[in-house]
């Protein structure tokens, strides 16, 4: 059984969510009331899911955003334009400012000040990470 599986074991005695984490017993609870438990369970992992994929789509697209403004700023740079491109991207997987360019105000870098654009890159490496391994199961 994968790791993400919502499943019974012990002839519906206990529900397994995830078998690293082990089982859950469900023994004492009325037939409806396991089958209650299952579908919530079935339900969860699907959300989990879901939100996994809308994350990595996120992070897909803002990679691809990032990329292409980047090949604009090289090409730009390259024919001896000044160039300073800002783009800032919000979505599931967070807030991202950048600024590309060869100007002055490229160099300095100067974006949002409150940003926590660390915070949300490592994050978002994280919950590629653990979208990879559920993707994987």
């Known amino acids: 059984m994968a790791g993400n599986e919502v499943a019974k074991a012990d002839g519906g005695k206990s529900l397994s969510l995830?078998?690293?984490?082990?089982?859950?017993?469900i023994s004492g609870l009325s037939e409806e009331a396991q089958q209650e438990l299952t579908m919530y369970a079935?339900?969860?992992?699907?959300?989990?899911?879901?939100a996994a994929q809308?994350?990595?789509i996120?992070?897909?697209g803002t990679s691809s955003a990032v990329n292409n403004m980047a090949d604009v700023t090289r090409r730009m740079t390259e024919s001896g334009d000044a160039n300073t491109t800002r783009i800032t991207l919000e979505n599931s997987a967070g807030k991202t400012e950048v600024i590309m360019g060869n100007t002055d105000e490229a160099k300095r870098g100067n974006v949002d000040k409150k940003n926590d654009t660390w915070m949300y890159i490592v994050g978002g490496i994280v919950v590629l990470m653990i979208v990879a391994s559920v993707l994987s199961s």
């Open 18 to 25: 995830d078998t690293s984490k082990g089982q859950i017993d």
């Open 42 to 50: 079935a339900r969860k992992q699907i959300d989990l899911q879901s």
């Open 54 to 56: 809308k994350l990595s």
């Open 58 to 60: 996120d992070l897909q």
